[in-house]
């Protein structure tokens, strides 16, 4: 397809399909003379990846090209990829933050997390900071309850990994990240609201 | 105690709580000459939700004083008290998404969600829009399986509103909203680590 056809189909302007270009985060279409080229459906799905990192995910255009180019060779294992993801993705914490109650936390719930990659641990940490900052005491149980709700979503998310190649494998985790964030957000406030409702609400007794 | 004694408890600058002041996010301290003022424990918890709300909310100075003005003044039921608390916290979704697809999914679960604002309707609504436009396939039973964590941990959430004062209660739910969903998203994280380990880590059989 042309440009124009590319643009229209990811609903993406064509201006901005050029700059994706220019910047290296989208690739080069098939040149069909000196001045026009073509392309295809790697493109649209390509468009579509970058506007979902940049638009829901709050990424720079040169973040998503680090992004982008350090998932293009993936590592070999699902394992390993979703560490890349995790890393690439999420918000950066200093060393300095302080890792001991959020690995007792860890150890009490006897989750594996021995990777090399300090970040998701630190951003533990950072929240329960922020949480002890605010002198904020959590109901008792609370904490455990976040946790195994979050992991019984892990479970049903890692289950869904596609395995019939490693570009979708790629695709599900990088988006199943930043994608799935907002929604459980979203969800977690609806509930409150139907919770809420249930328990306090105008038409309940007492 | 005096202005530097509050800086030091709540860990936060003495210029920045004079800013604080100043822009009457923080309440003035009790006048003991033309130029000295005292501060009590109400000013330290102030400081300390104004912390939690501009640092890991992430929101402006004039945008913490609108959420510490209306919530001043809270609503009588706690049921509503909820909802301006998510009004005001969370992201704006403009009026234009369609929230058709929401509203189906919520009457799938059977949530009671009939409230007057807008707002986190909208903002699943658009989560929903954002998992579409990256042609992002959530497995079948994802998004129930989300709803059901979620609902359960909003169940606990709910539960634990404290019934003494209706301060108490205004503190955890607005902490409550914010604080918590950067360690519910680091917590899926780091399920996300266990649960891949244990599925496809390097000591995995076969």
Same mark, same amino acid.
């Not at 940049?54 to 560490?83: F, M, W």
């Given at each position: 397809?042309?440009?124009?056809?590319?643009?229209?189909?990811?609903?993406?302007?064509?201006?901005?399909?050029?700059?994706?270009?220019?910047?290296?985060?989208?690739?080069?279409?098939?040149?069909?003379?000196? %001045?026009?080229?073509?392309?295809?459906?790697?493109?649209?799905?390509?468009?579509?990846?970058?506007?979902?990192?940049?638009?829901?995910?709050?990424?720079?255009?040169?973040?998503?090209?680090?992004?982008?180019?350090?998932?293009?060779?993936?590592?070999?294992?699902?394992?390993?990829?979703?560490?890349?993801?995790?890393?690439?993705?999420?918000?950066?914490?200093?060393?300095d933050v302080d890792t001991?109650?959020?690995?007792?936390?860890?150890?009490?719930?006897?989750?594996?997390?021995? %990777?090399?990659?300090?970040?998701?641990?630190?951003?533990?940490?950072?929240?329960?900071?922020?949480?002890?900052?605010?002198?904020?005491?959590?109901?008792?149980?609370?904490?455990?309850?976040?946790?195994?709700?979050?992991?019984?979503?892990?479970?049903?998310?890692?289950?869904?990994?596609?395995?019939?190649?490693?570009?979708?494998?790629?695709?599900?985790?990088?988006?199943? %990240?930043?994608?799935?964030?907002?929604?459980?957000?979203?969800?977690?406030?609806?509930?409150?609201?139907?919770?809420?409702?249930?328990?306090?609400?105008?038409?309940?007794?007492?």
């Amino acid at each position: 397809m042309r440009i124009s056809e590319l643009s229209r189909a990811a609903g993406v302007p064509v201006a901005t399909v050029k700059y994706y270009l220019r910047e290296g985060v989208l690739h080069e279409g098939r040149l069909t003379s000196a %001045t026009q080229a073509r392309y295809d459906d790697s493109h649209l799905a390509r468009l579509r990846l970058i506007r979902a990192l940049i638009g829901v995910g709050g990424l720079s255009v040169a973040a998503t090209r680090s992004v982008l180019d350090q998932l293009a060779d993936p590592p070999e294992s699902t394992h390993e990829l979703l560490g890349a993801a995790h890393h690439l993705l999420g918000p950066t914490v200093d060393a300095d933050v302080d890792t001991d109650r959020a690995e007792s936390v860890l150890a009490g719930l006897g989750w594996r997390v021995d %990777t090399d990659d300090p970040m998701p641990l630190r951003r533990l940490a950072a929240a329960l900071a922020a949480v002890d900052a605010a002198d904020f005491q959590l109901p008792d149980g609370l904490l455990d309850a976040y946790a195994r709700g979050m992991r019984e979503i892990a479970e049903r998310e890692l289950a869904g990994v596609p395995t019939e190649s490693r570009e979708a494998a790629v695709r599900y985790t990088v988006l199943g %990240t930043i994608l799935v964030e907002p929604l459980l957000l979203a969800l977690r406030r609806l509930a409150q609201i139907d919770a809420s409702a249930r328990r306090f609400g105008p038409d309940v007794e007492g």
